[in-house]
């Protein structure tokens, strides 16, 4: 379907890591750490997506 897959893991990134086009592993066994990572990555892609739509790029 050509659509890009972009996923987000802890510690090593097992199995998913190796599945997606775009991993973003936390190198950690803390869940919170991983928790806290991924939580600020959302954000800062919801924010890029949002000055791309603004701009009108396609």
């Known amino acids: 379907m050509g659509i890009m897959t972009i996923g ?3 510690k090593d990134g097992g199995r998913m890591g190796k599945l997606v086009d775009i991993p973003f592993i936390v190198n950690s066994s803390i869940t919170a750490r991983i928790q806290e990572m991924h939580e600020l990555t959302m954000h800062i ?4 997506v949002d000055q791309w739509l603004e701009n009108g790029e396609s």
Do not use: A, H, M, W
């Open 8 to 10: 987000f893991g802890g």
């Open 45 to 48: 892609l919801c924010e890029l």
